[in-house]
């Protein structure tokens, strides 16, 4: 999985009025749980923008003042009003340790029934895995090769080496619905066959 480097510092004070501070001078307040003990820090706001906003995975090699820690993001909190960055918690990574993580869906192949006129329907756009940190994948792929007009592709269909989906069985990643127009051509062929079959007979 692909690693975004965010550089730091430090937090020594961590009540609210050193946390506004913090948030009044541009920055982020951040925690890294998962450690012996919890870690605060800050970090400027744009530092965060190719980790928060992309639909992409990643893993985070937090810098503070050259101590690294490899990390995945866990929570965010964003303020109500301006949806500014209000408060991220991280989550240390243990080479021995499986990590669960959410990472995107990614679409392979060409439905048959699409292209007779159904519509794709992408039920799981993200899909949480179970991993050791360096197996982490950057996505799940799913191929709809072999979907039909009507049919359903399960996580159970789903490659997964070196990793586990954390869902159910029965979880539906994408599906082909039969859209208005291929239903309304499926009516007026049966229709036209009936009448062909009712001329036939007279």
């Known amino acids: 999985m692909k690693s975004i480097t965010i550089k730091g510092s430090?937090?020594?004070?961590?009540?609210?009025?050193?946390?506004?501070?913090?948030?009044?001078?541009?920055?982020?307040?951040?925690?890294?749980?998962?450690?012996?003990?919890?870690?605060?820090?800050?970090?400027?706001?744009?530092?965060?923008?190719?980790?928060?906003?992309?639909?992409?995975?990643?893993?985070v090699v937090i810098d503070l003042d050259g101590k690294k820690t490899n990390a995945i993001l866990q929570d965010i909190q964003f303020h109500p009003v301006s949806d500014r960055i209000n408060h991220i918690d991280f989550f240390q990574l243990s080479d021995d340790k499986e990590i669960i993580m959410e990472v995107p869906v990614k679409v392979t192949g060409t439905s048959p029934g699409v292209l007779l006129g159904g519509v794709l329907n992408l039920n799981q756009r993200r899909l949480k895995v179970k991993a050791l940190p360096k197996h982490l994948p950057d996505y799940v792929e799913a191929s709809i090769s072999e979907l039909q007009m009507g049919n359903k592709l399960y996580v159970t269909k789903l490659p997964t080496p070196n990793f586990k989906l954390m869902h159910p069985d029965n979880t539906v990643v994408a599906q082909v619905k039969i859209s208005r127009a291929a239903m309304k051509a499926a009516q007026e062929a049966a229709k036209a066959e009936k009448s062909a079959k009712g001329g036939k007979k007279k």
């Open 10 to 59: 430090e937090r020594e004070s961590v009540g609210k009025k050193a946390t506004k501070a913090v948030r009044d001078a541009g920055m982020v307040p951040c925690v890294i749980y998962g450690g012996s003990q919890p870690v605060h820090f800050a970090a400027e706001e744009k530092a965060f923008k190719s980790l928060v906003y992309t639909p992409n995975a990643h893993t």
